[in-house]
């Protein structure tokens, strides 16, 4: 008798215990590769670019003009002139759109961060 409920409850463990060892699938990992990219103001094209959240980028911006180079939302910030181009590196924290713009009024690119 005593051997029965030995068996049977070791059958009910062996049903009960990978059950509460499962967990959830770990989360998938950021890129390892830098996002470089190199933008004009003076040529300038916005497009939408991707990125991984705690993805490391880094922009080069150059300019013929003094300009400032904004990331909104991520708040960096740096200053370009002719033959100084701004050089801004920042990991991305959190998903979202994150314009890149130069300042006054240039849209250089939209970060896409998922």
């Known amino acids: 008798m005593i051997r029965v409920l030995l068996l049977a409850t070791l059958a009910a463990l062996a049903v009960l215990v990978p059950a509460g060892c499962t967990s959830a699938?770990?989360?998938?990992?950021a890129s390892t590769?830098?996002?470089v990219l190199?933008?004009?103001?003076?040529?300038?094209s916005p497009q939408q670019v991707e990125a991984v959240r705690g993805q490391a980028v880094e922009l080069t911006v150059t300019s013929a003009e003094p300009v400032e180079v904004h990331?909104?939302?991520?708040d960096v910030l740096a200053k370009a002139e002719e033959g100084k181009p701004a050089v801004l590196e920042f990991t991305v924290d959190r998903t979202g759109t994150f314009d890149v713009e130069a300042h006054p009024d240039t849209l250089l690119v939209q970060l896409v961060v998922r």
């Open 71 to 74: 990331v909104h939302g991520i």
């Open 25 to 29: 699938p770990a989360p998938a990992p």
């Open 38 to 44: 190199r933008l004009s103001v003076d040529d300038a």
């Open 33 to 35: 590769e830098p996002l």
